[in-house]
């Protein structure tokens, strides 16, 4: 077995794996809130300053944020509701609902009701304190992620595996199923609620006092701290790509694994956009519009190769090719088990990070607001709504340039190789 197929077996098994593909296929499941949200961020995100004043003195921006911060800001119930549903789908429940639910009481019971808060007195005066019996939004969004995904996968699987040992009151059959299964639900949930109320205690009982804190603090925050930054985001976009040279989607793999960073950090910056504050993780916010591009550079090679059979795939892919649609080429060219174009397909989007992270912390172009858009916008177009700054519309004509000049080298010797099998092709046809 080649190296190759090695190398694909390997990956695919992963792939595979039960608890990746149900975290893979939860947040796949949550993708069309994001979209929906995206919609609101995209016309609240329009960078032109008669729009930007109008949505200010008409109150409409703030309008607009809200389906922003619902989002947002209830990201991790959604984690949770869907975690627990594929975890009960995987593991054959014939009702999956009952399995989220479960999930989503395990979230709450260890979430704290309590939260630092300042009101002012009558004397105008700030006063802080804490207040009990409040549900902190903050640990319902982007840094409850991690807690969501844990009580979603634990919850649900212990429901399931009492579900299983018919650990659950049994209805006679002549009971309607929506009866019945009501009552069965009542002890497997129940149970689990209770080994959930002994980790809330066990929790309590240490300095860090809540799930919620001691995940983030120990988990999440030193995983963004690596993530979220310039090199961690190439490096998780480069993984995709070097996967795809395998055959395997590799963006969705490396989304199934990195996915709770990639989603806390999109989360946060959403929320930030809607509350008007700088953008809190920069470089993911930038991979959208610097996933593609390198194809797009590539397609404009198509188009003027000398080659007929790549010019006719160029005129073809174009379109799709500007907005981030990439198959026609990744299949058509091919990309894929491409020796030749494994080093700028798998470089293009890491160098296209680093250097926006570069241009965008000197101050040569606005940084993200961190608006959540449309992944077929085109680059350009993109950069300049996410950045609401013509910069941004100019870099992104510098980044397909930069693929460009970046794929060119390697796309002239894929280029002579396939005229010579036109020549040879036509001396035989001539002939």
């Not at 804190?213 to 963004?224: E, K, W």
């Not at 996933?291 to 892919?317: A, E, F, M, P, R």
């Not at 101050?363 to 013509?390: C, D, H, K, Q, R």
Request: proline residues 6%.
């Amino acid at each position: 077995m080649s190296f190759v197929d090695k190398m694909s077996a390997t990956v695919m098994k992963f792939a595979q794996l039960r608890y990746i593909k149900i975290i893979m296929n939860a947040f796949m499941g949550i993708a069309g809130f994001s979209i929906g949200a995206s919609l609101f961020s995209l016309v609240k995100s329009i960078p032109l300053d008669p729009w930007q004043n109008f949505l200010t003195t008409s109150g409409l921006g703030e309008i607009l944020s809200i389906p922003i911060n619902m989002v947002s800001n209830m990201y991790a119930i959604m984690v949770v509701l869907c975690v627990g549903y594929e975890v009960a789908k995987s593991f054959n429940q014939k009702r999956p609902l009952p399995a989220a639910m479960v999930a989503f009481g395990c979230f709450m019971i260890v979430t704290p009701f309590t939260a630092n808060v300042s009101i002012a007195n009558e004397a105008g005066e700030m006063i802080s304190g804490v207040a009990s019996n409040v549900l902190p939004v903050s640990v319902l969004g982007s840094q409850g992620i991690f807690v969501a995904m844990i009580c979603g996968l634990i919850g649900a699987r212990l429901y399931c595996f009492l579900m299983d040992k018919n650990i659950k009151i049994k209805m006679p059959d002549s009971i309607p199923p929506a009866v019945a299964g009501m009552f069965e639900t009542m002890i497997p949930a129940g149970l689990v609620f209770i080994v959930f109320m002994l980790i809330r205690m066990g929790f309590a009982a240490t300095s860090y006092g809540t799930m919620q804190t001691f995940i983030y603090s120990v988990l999440q925050a030193p995983l963004m701290g690596i993530g979220a930054n310039p090199v961690g985001a190439a490096l998780y976009l480069m993984a995709g790509k070097f996967l795809w040279m395998f055959g395997i989607h590799g963006d969705m793999l490396a989304y199934a694994t990195l996915g709770s960073i990639r989603s806390a950090a999109t989360q946060a910056n959403m929320a930030a956009f809607a509350a008007g504050e700088a953008c809190p993780y920069l470089e993911w916010a930038m991979l959208t519009p610097v996933t593609n591009v390198g194809i797009l550079g590539l397609t404009i090679l198509l188009l003027i190769s000398k080659s007929k059979q790549y010019k006719s795939l160029g005129k073809l892919s174009i379109a799709t090719s500007i907005f981030q649609i990439t198959e026609p080429v990744m299949f058509g060219f091919p990309i894929i088990l491409n020796p030749i174009m494994a080093i700028p397909f798998v470089l293009s989007p890491g160098i296209c990070v680093l250097l926006t992270s570069l241009v965008m912390r000197i101050g040569l172009v606005a940084p993200f607001t961190g608006v959540a858009l449309s992944n077929v916008i085109p680059t350009p177009i993109y950069m300049w709504m996410a950045t609401n700054s013509f910069t941004g519309l100019i870099w992104g004509f510098v980044l397909i340039a930069v693929c460009v000049a970046l794929y060119f080298p390697f796309f002239k010797i894929a280029e002579r190789a396939t005229l010579k099998e036109e020549q040879a092709t036509q001396t035989q046809l001539d002939a």
